[in-house]
């Protein structure tokens, strides 16, 4: 039994009169992989951003996330992976430069050594010529290449979690494989723990051993992934099971629409 | 009309005030504000019949002042209207006829824009001679292409909408769709340009009247200035006063600028 | 053709008619106003036969049609020649040579001052948008922004001039003062500080409102979410992301700044007794020497199309997404 690593604890969030997440606790052990899943409007982005401290002023939060004692850095303790990669690159910098500045704010390194870094950290998310690349803008990258290079500005200052909300759903099937693909190879070869937020329960058994399904801001259930899959118990899950979603579909007919009505 | 905010409503009660007035300047300040109404050189609050002085020829500079107000605001409010409206039309015009009109039509705007506007009215001027309609005139010659520009713009999204497309299937010509359908949706931009075109305005006409090419036989604020300059040392107070009359006036209308915009943008 | 080559090439193609409409449109005020430029130059030259007149009209072409009177006026031109200043006695090119480049230093300070330090406080403020420094520099510069550059100008005098008798009154450096190479240098610094000043507040306050309101507008674009979430410091994101993505769109606006700022050195020219291209407008005007006036207005609207073109130049280095001559 491995120590709690990341511990969230009667966690509330609200944004004025609408209550996003109710009383959600978590544990997060390293190396565990955990996904979130529920549908569009649930309180999953607003969970994994909380946990991050990245949510809007507007957000009101209650209850603690405590990490090895105390709240977690993000950069150096979580990296965060968005949805939309160019949305997360500045468009007039270099993307080296994007990725050395934070190896230098995190690891303390010179600029010349933090260039070095960052070229290793392209090599890693297979973007080819990564030292000729480093002087190149993001938009001279396609979406599949910004997201891998989000990837590595994420992980630049060598955080032990990352969070990452719908990585892929901005992008074609083909290469939203690429990238889940190169997100388990680096999760497992770093032994890094990961918080996974995606609508996909096929994607969610693939990418982690847990899942946690939210619906209108609770945790509904939450165990093992093949456990979860083979005896749902909330109807919810069944339901969300029984979309038969997976990764072949094309994305529009993946989109759960459930019938809540029913399941009352 | 939404709300304004504390700024847009201290300017508009500055403005209020200033044309109050200048409607009510001759119950303010009878008589000819040019005509020699006590001693000279007074300074402010020294005199009970000259509160803020009087100038080096003995002219009462709060009548100045009170009618000046006259002169600036109707010199800048009708050549900012006109501006205004000449640039709507230009822009309406260039963008919904598109094509070679278009082609045209900006680059004489650019031309425009790039002769200064402060130059344009002072050549205009010296040709026509200064009065109230040709001060009005050269003023606007140089104040009316940023309004074609963003109508422009506005017209060349609103024609792809569908109200344009209506009007077409109901068999509108081009020119009755561009002037009745489009325009009037296009003027609520270009109507946020008022402000800055109406402060540019008064600062070029503050200019003019400044360097001497003002209507001679009014007072204006820019003149005053001119004459208190001749006594600078002695009487600074002569070209200060004007000046903080014209700071407030610019102020209030950008005030009320920035309180209208819905950007905030267009609104430096 | 190399990318730079092609760049000037399209800007030229642009630039000629925008110029040649500028053309006709002085072609057409030095018609307006040609008959009292005669008179203005009988009026001073004193006693003129009737013989000297019709030479005289010969000469400038009044006894021709528009288009021949158009033709020659081009045609000139294109040599280099603008005409005679009735008022100089000497040739208009010569006149603005001698004044163009007081202009543009005194304008190429201001503009540098008023970008710079008006870029610097615009991110101080945009750094909090709606914090109470912002609100603070925000309505200040809008306060600022409401100044006539020529009223300053008189403020200023008084103030540092006639009271504290710190800096000059007026003019481009002493006069006979005999002082050569630095020193020289050093006294024109000194006459400019003050219509440098004039000249350049009410362009800080654009520049700093510019800068503010871009930066509030950076603030809302999702990448600075993805800056924050890697942990970068706030000072980083301000200045090396938020200000850096800022600062082009204002880059752009120098180039037509120039427009309005050549317009203001008229008066502030005026007011400083600093004889410059500015004071040469309003000195054509007040001596009705047309041919000077829309020599003057050429040279202007020729200055503010390479202001563009060098701003242009600049901004396709500065922002990677615009690759010149692409
Ligand atoms: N900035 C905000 N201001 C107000 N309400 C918000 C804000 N962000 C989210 N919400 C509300 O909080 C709830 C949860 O939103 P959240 O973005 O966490 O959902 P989600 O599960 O990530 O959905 P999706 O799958 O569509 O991304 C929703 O009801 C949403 O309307
Ligand atoms: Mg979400």
Redesign the interface.
């Given at each position: 039994m491995t120590e709690t690593y990341l511990n969230v604890r009667n966690l509330n969030v609200s944004y004025g009169k609408t209550i996003a997440i109710r009383n959600v606790s978590l544990q997060l052990a390293k190396g565990d992989r955990l996904a979130l899943i529920g549908m569009s409007g649930s309180g999953k982005s607003t969970l994994a951003m909380a946990i991050?401290g990245?949510l809007p002023k507007q957000a009101h939060i209650e209850g603690t996330i405590d990490f090895a004692g105390r709240r977690p850095?993000?950069?150096?303790d979580i990296?965060?992976l968005?949805q939309?990669a160019?949305?997360?690159?500045?468009?007039?910098?270099?993307v080296g430069d994007q990725i050395a500045?934070?190896v230098m704010?995190?690891l303390g390194m010179s600029w010349i050594s933090a260039r070095v870094r960052a070229a290793e950290l392209l090599d890693r998310v297979k973007i080819p010529k990564a030292l000729s690349r480093l002087n190149s803008?993001p938009?001279e990258f396609s979406g599949g290449q910004k997201q891998r290079i989000?990837l590595a500005?994420?992980l630049?200052?060598n955080p032990s979690i990352l969070i990452a909300d719908e990585p892929t759903s901005a992008l074609d099937t083909v290469i939203q494989k690429h990238i889940v693909d190169l997100l388990g190879e680096l999760v497992k070869d770093g032994g890094l723990t990961l918080l996974f937020v995606t609508h996909d329960i096929a994607l969610a058994s693939q990418q982690a051993d847990q899942i946690a399904v939210i619906y209108q801001g609770e945790v509904v259930e939450a165990g093992a992934s093949g456990q979860l899959l083979r005896e749902p118990r909330h109807p919810y899950t069944k339901a969300l099971i029984n979309t038969h979603i997976s990764l072949d579909r094309p994305r529009s007919k993946r989109l759960p629409q459930i019938d809540m009505a029913g399941l009352q | 009309m939404k709300t304004l905010n504390l700024?847009a409503k201290i300017g508009a009660i500055l403005l209020v005030l200033l044309v109050l007035m200048a409607l009510f300047a001759p119950l303010i300040a009878p008589g000819d504000p040019l005509a020699i109404s006590g001693e000279a050189m007074l300074r402010p609050f020294a005199s009970e019949a000259h509160w803020l002085g009087t100038d080096r020829l003995g002219r009462d500079v709060l009548a100045g002042l009170v009618h000046g107000t006259r002169t600036t605001l109707l010199v800048a409010f009708f050549s900012a209207a006109a501006a205004l409206i000449v640039g709507s039309i230009v822009g309406t015009l260039s963008g919904f006829l598109g094509g070679l009109a278009d082609i045209v039509l900006m680059?004489?705007t650019?031309?425009f824009?790039?002769?200064?506007?402060?130059?344009?009215a002072?050549?205009?001027?010296?040709?026509t001679g200064p009065s109230v309609p040709t001060l009005i005139l050269a003023i606007s010659l140089g104040n009316w292409t940023q309004a074609a520009r963003v109508t422009r713009a506005e017209v060349l999204s609103l024609r792809e909408r569908d109200f344009v497309a209506a009007a077409r299937t109901l068999g509108m010509r081009p020119l009755e769709i561009a002037f009745r359908e489009i325009l009037p949706n296009a003027f609520g931009p270009t109507a946020s340009l008022a402000a800055i075109s109406v402060?540019t305005a008064i600062?070029?006409e503050?200019?003019l009247s400044?360097?001497?090419?003002g209507d001679p036989n009014r007072v204006t604020w820019g003149s005053m200035?001119a004459e208190g300059?001749t006594v600078?040392?002695a009487a600074?107070y002569l070209?200060?006063v004007p000046?903080i009359a014209?700071?407030?006036t610019?102020?209030s209308i950008?005030?009320i600028g920035?309180g209208l915009s819905h950007t905030?943008?267009l609104q430096? | 053709m190399p990318p730079l080559a092609s760049f000037f090439l399209k800007r030229l193609l642009t630039a000629l008619?925008?110029?040649f409409?500028?053309l006709v449109?002085s072609f057409l005020?030095l018609e307006?106003?040609s008959g009292d430029a005669v008179d203005a130059y009988i009026a001073r030259s004193g006693t003129l036969d009737a013989q000297q007149i019709a030479q005289l009209r010969m000469e400038w072409g009044l006894d021709q049609g528009p288009l021949y009177r158009f033709e020659a006026y081009v045609t000139a031109l294109a040599q280099g020649d603008l005409g005679w200043s009735t008022a100089f006695e000497r040739p208009v090119t010569s006149v603005i040579a001698e004044r163009l480049p007081v202009t543009l230093l005194l304008m190429s300070i201001a503009t540098g001052l008023a970008f710079f330090l008006g870029s610097l406080l615009g991110i101080a403020a945009g750094a909090r948008p709606g914090s109470v420094r912002d609100r603070l520099l925000s309505?200040g510069s809008?306060?600022l922004?409401?100044?006539?550059g020529?009223?300053l100008g008189?403020?200023l005098?008084?103030v540092f001039a006639?009271d504290l008798r710190w800096l000059p009154i007026g003019g481009m450096e002493s006069i006979a003062s005999g002082k050569a190479g630095l020193a020289r240098m050093a006294d024109i610094a000194v006459h400019l500080v003050l219509p440098v000043c004039a000249l350049a507040m009410v362009y800080l306050?654009?520049y700093l409102?510019?800068m503010r309101?871009r930066m509030a507008?950076i603030w809302r674009?999702?990448?600075v979410?993805?800056?924050?979430?890697?942990?970068?410091?706030r000072r980083?994101i301000v200045w090396?992301?938020v200000a850096?993505?800022a600062v082009?769109p204002v880059i752009t606006m120098l180039g037509?700044q120039s427009?309005?700022m050549?317009?203001?050195s008229?008066?502030v020219e005026?007011?400083f007794s600093i004889p410059g291209f500015g004071r040469l407008?309003?000195e054509?005007?007040?001596r009705?020497d047309?041919p000077l006036?829309?020599g003057?207005?050429l040279c202007?609207?020729i200055t503010?199309?390479i202001a563009n073109l060098l701003v242009d130049l600049a901004y396709g280095k500065l922002?990677?997404?615009v690759r010149i001559g692409r």
């Open positions: 991050a990245l850095k993000l950069g150096s990296g965060v968005f939309d160019s949305g997360s690159l500045d468009p007039v910098m270099k500045e934070v704010t995190h803008y938009h989000a500005a994420a630049a200052g | 700024e680059r004489i650019e031309a824009q790039t002769v200064p506007g402060f130059l344009l002072l050549a205009t001027i010296s040709v402060a600062l070029i503050a200019a400044f360097l001497g090419f200035i300059r600078l040392r600074p070209s200060i000046g014209l700071v407030v610019v102020l950008h005030l920035r905030e943008r430096p | 008619p925008v110029l409409i500028v449109g005020l307006a106003a309505t809008l306060a922004y409401a100044v006539p020529f009223w008189l403020v005098i008084v006639v306050a654009l409102r510019l309101d507008e674009d999702p990448f979410k993805g800056l924050e979430a890697r942990g970068l410091t980083r090396r992301h850096r993505n082009l037509w427009a309005a050549l317009g203001g008229v008066v005026s007011v407008a309003a054509a005007v007040a009705r047309t006036l829309l003057v207005l202007s609207a503010v199309i922002d990677p997404r």
